[in-house]
T-cell receptor
Framework: DGGITQSPKYLFRKEGQNVTLSCEQN?????MYWYRQDPGQGLRLIYY???????QKGDIAEGYSVSREKKESFPLTVTSAQKNPTAFYLC????????????FGSGTQLSVL | GEDVEQSLFLSVREGDSSVINCTYT??????LYWYKQEPGAGLQLLTY?????DMKQDQRLTVLLNKKDKHLSLRIADTQTGDSAIYFC??????????FGGGTRVLVKP
């Protein structure tokens, strides 16, 4: 089955620690995205990537980093600089940046210990 | 700048129709979308409408677009308990940016 897989489902971060959220897709999509969702709020774009080895900052990139070494993978690192990391993180992909139909993973809930 | 607004909550009885409303501000919107999110899950694309259309029907779903008033609605006919979820509208506008509303939580009562 084609789709987007995010792992882990739940993640806990200690103060001062960096954590990495995984996102893998086998849809052969060029574009991938990371969104943050806070309770009662819409999705806010953290980073996006249109092609391998290229990525752009979204609206709330501070305290986060990404890489896109392979087409299938777009991991997100939440660094210690992100002071309020508790949120639901959603990864998505689309055929191209100009194709707006996004397919979403099932999300990772990150909490601070 | 872009802004997409939705009401927070909608309660509806099983079998009735649900209407979820959304307003947006960017007149350059090309596509408008409705996504559904069930608890603890990602978003699922339900339907979308191109900005030169004013209505689109897909089985129990009807999307209405009033471009003059920048108003989008999603009507769900014969609402079922499985329709309980959060519904997000989103617009794709100039600058290649997808902007989401805050979501409407729909509760279907038996």
């Amino acid at each position: 089955d084609g789709g987007i897989t995010q792992s882990p489902k739940y993640l806990f971060r200690k103060e001062g620690q960096n954590v990495t959220l995984s996102c893998e897709q086998n849809l052969n999509h060029d574009a991938m995205y990371w969104y943050r969702q806070d309770p009662g709020q819409g999705l806010r774009l953290i980073y996006y990537s249109q092609i391998v080895n290229d990525f752009q900052k979204g609206d709330i990139a501070e305290g986060y980093s990404v890489s896109r070494e392979k087409k299938e993978s777009f991991p997100l690192t939440v660094t210690s600089a992100q002071k309020n990391p508790t949120a639901f993180y959603l990864c998505a992909s689309s055929m191209a940046r100009s194709n707006e139909k996004l397919f979403f993973g099932s999300g990772t809930q990150l909490s601070v210990l | 700048g872009e802004d997409v607004e939705q009401s927070l909550f909608l309660s509806v009885r099983e079998g009735d129709s649900s209407v979820i409303n959304c307003t947006y501000t960017d007149s350059s919107s090309t596509y408008l979308y409705w996504y559904k999110q069930e608890p603890g899950a990602g978003l699922q694309l339900l339907t979308y409408i191109f900005s030169n259309m004013d209505m689109k029907q897909d089985q129990r779903l009807t999307v209405l677009l009033n471009k003059k008033d920048k108003h989008l609605s999603l009507r769900i006919a014969d609402t079922q308990t499985g329709d309980s979820a959060i519904y997000f509208c989103a617009e794709w506008a100039a600058g290649n940016k997808l902007t989401f509303g805050g979501g409407t939580r729909v509760l279907v009562k038996p």
